[in-house]
């Protein structure tokens, strides 16, 4: 049933569709990388043959009680099994760590999507600059209209480096 699952999983686009960043993505593409070498070697030991001929190797070697003993071993031989409930475990953590810090993305990326529909629902609704009266832009922005009152009062009627930017180009 596991191997089911990991066939079917889109490792490709697993990390950008969970919304994975740094050590996150990090550990999911190392995951993946000894998932799939030890596909690679069992697909290898899947190909190779398993059986042995005992009585090739009695005709070549003298001592053939060696053979027997060998041969005894590999009858009676039993493949180890392994207990992969704690990885598995581990396996089942990280994922739901992932799905977690995924929704939290997920909240954080629709949050700045509904500023950004604002502000651009606020930019399309505004009116063009030149329809646009001074007072609407001192009710707006009111440090415009204090910082022009200071200059005022200290006799300053152009602010500081606006000859540069915009000189007088009239001819008289």
């Known amino acids: 049933m596991s191997?089911?699952?990991?066939?079917?999983?889109?490792?490709?686009?697993?990390?950008?569709?969970?919304?994975?960043?740094?050590?996150?993505?990090?550990?999911?593409?190392?995951?993946?990388?000894?998932?799939?070498?030890?596909?690679?070697r069992v697909a290898v030991l899947n190909d190779t043959p398993v059986t042995v001929d005992f009585d090739h190797?009695?005709?070549?070697?003298?001592?053939?009680?060696?053979?027997?003993?060998?041969?005894?071993?590999?009858?009676t031989f039993q493949p180890k099994t392994y207990d992969v409930s704690k990885q598995i475990k581990a396996i089942e953590s990280f994922e739901q760590v992932a799905l977690k810090n995924a929704e939290e993305t997920k909240s954080k990326v629709e949050v700045e999507?509904?500023?950004?529909e604002k502000?651009?629902?606020?930019?399309?609704?505004?009116?063009?600059?030149?329809?646009?009266?001074?007072d609407e832009v001192a009710e707006a922005?009111?440090?415009?209209?204090?910082?022009?009152?200071?200059?005022?009062?200290?006799?300053?009627?152009?602010?500081?480096?606006y000859q540069e930017k915009f000189p007088n180009l009239s001819v008289l």
């Open 113 to 116: 999507l509904r500023s950004l």
């Open 141 to 161: 922005a009111p440090e415009i209209d204090k910082y022009t009152e200071e200059l005022v009062k200290k006799g300053r009627w152009m602010p500081p480096g």
């Open 3 to 40: 191997t089911r699952a990991a066939t079917k999983l889109d490792w490709a686009n697993l990390g950008s569709k969970l919304g994975l960043r740094g050590q996150t993505a990090s550990s999911l593409s190392q995951f993946k990388k000894r998932n799939d070498d030890a596909r690679r």
């Open 119 to 134: 502000a651009l629902g606020d930019i399309e609704g505004a009116r063009a600059w030149e329809d646009t009266t001074i």
């Open 57 to 75: 190797y009695r005709s070549v070697l003298k001592n053939t009680s060696v053979i027997d003993e060998i041969e005894k071993y590999f009858k």
